[in-house]
């Protein structure tokens, strides 16, 4: 009979021993986290108004801990089950309000997921700096508000140079109406790395199949010639450009 109560506890939808044993494990463990979450958030929240943060301003704090009932998984294999639990339950924290410039949506949104960890007096943030480090709060807030205006500046730059992208499109569109005249994206290397910046480009390019692109300048009409292709020369052979070049006029 009693080798036969296991399997009577399944047919009944009951936990054995040994699976209630596990979820109890789970429970104890999920109220000692919430213990030690909450400590290390109301930590959080009190370093960050010392060193100047305001809530709502330059940070959120959506931390909850209360109780909850869910079907939970436990176990793998054959040792698998499911049960329905009450367990204490945590979400949210504090996270920084930052400013963010969508370079595919060219515009400007508003970020509070950027999630704080805690050092001792000491505050890290990953987002808004370059390092992964910690910081005394009120530095930790200095280097916010310069991230913020980096943003916006980033955003103001994108769309002046986007007003000067579509001035030289159309200034070579007039100027040369039989030519395909686009914007393009090139790249350059960046130090020592494997970090490359793009950038815009304007392609003007010929029936002949012959093209040349501009790099843009900071204003209009500065832009500079980025690179160009001869489709004719490139069909020359060597000696031919060779002497090409031997019949050019010297420069006075």
Avoid at 60 to 89: L, M, P
Avoid at 97 to 122: A, H, Q, W
Avoid at 158 to 180: C, Q, R
Wanted: aromatic share 12%.
């Amino acid at each position: 009979m009693t080798e036969a109560t296991p399997q009577l506890e399944l047919d009944l939808g009951m936990l054995t021993v040994e699976q209630q044993e596990r979820v109890d494990s789970f429970k104890r463990q999920q109220v000692r986290n919430a213990d030690r979450v909450t400590a290390s958030n109301t930590r959080e929240e009190a370093l960050l108004l010392s060193g100047g943060f305001q809530l709502g301003i330059d940070f959120v704090n959506d931390f909850k801990c209360e109780i909850v009932t869910q079907t939970r998984s436990f176990g793998y294999g054959e040792d698998s089950f499911e049960a329905e639990v009450v367990f204490t339950d945590i979400t949210g924290g504090c996270s920084l309000i930052t400013n963010y410039f969508d370079s595919r949506e060219n515009k400007m949104v508003v970020r509070t997921k950027n999630r704080l960890s805690c050092e001792g007096d000491k505050l890290e943030c990953s987002t808004i700096t370059s390092q992964y480090r910690a910081y005394k709060p009120a530095t930790l807030l200095k280097k916010l508000e310069e991230y913020n205006a980096e943003q916006k500046d980033k955003f103001a730059f994108a769309n002046k140079t986007k007003t000067v992208l579509n001035y030289t499109i159309e200034k070579y569109k007039k100027l040369f109406p039989n030519a395909t005249v686009e914007e393009g994206m090139d790249y350059r290397k960046r130090g020592r790395g494997h970090d490359y910046i793009e950038f815009p480009i304007v392609y003007v390019k010929f029936e002949s199949g012959s093209w040349l692109s501009f790099r843009l300048g900071h204003e209009i009409d500065r832009e500079y010639t980025h690179k160009k292709f001869n489709r004719a020369t490139s069909e020359m052979t060597s000696m031919a450009v060779l002497e090409m070049f031997n019949n050019q006029e010297a420069i006075k």
